[in-house]
């Protein structure tokens, strides 16, 4: 996976005129958010949700998870089978309208999962 793709592909003409061009590898995938449990709460927060999916890391802290622009603290972090992972964290208070879920993995933010974890 490059972070930097264009960057790559300018090298040539880059290097002619004597910069440097630096491209960034990792070694990891994105996340990718596969379900969220519960698809909505109260708009109160402080439930638990569960986000599944693959592609997290193992580590707790080398995630995070928010609603919208609002961070879901972390609670726990469960290795599924078949490399899934499922974290759980605690759902923020207000409204967080939209319902976009995102999990950040080892610096690297899953597409936003749409349609779940909204305020009632």
Excluded: H, M
Excluded at 24 to 42: C, E, F, H, M
Excluded at 57 to 63: A, F, I, K
Excluded at 72 to 101: D, E, H, K
């Amino acid at each position: 996976l490059l972070d930097a793709v264009s960057c790559a592909a300018e090298v040539g003409a880059v290097a002619a005129e004597g910069a440097n061009c630096t491209v960034q590898v990792s070694a990891y995938n994105p996340p990718n958010v596969t379900s969220v449990d519960p698809s909505s709460g109260s708009a109160a927060g402080g439930y638990t949700v569960t986000i599944t999916g693959s592609e997290f890391s193992p580590v707790l802290s080398e995630n995070s998870v928010r609603f919208a622009a609002k961070p879901c603290p972390l609670v726990s972090i469960a290795n599924l089978s078949s490399g899934a992972f499922a974290l759980v964290c605690t759902a923020p208070g207000g409204s967080v309208g939209g319902g976009f879920v995102t999990v950040v993995s080892r610096g690297l933010p899953s597409e936003p999962w749409a349609g779940a974890a909204t305020s009632r």
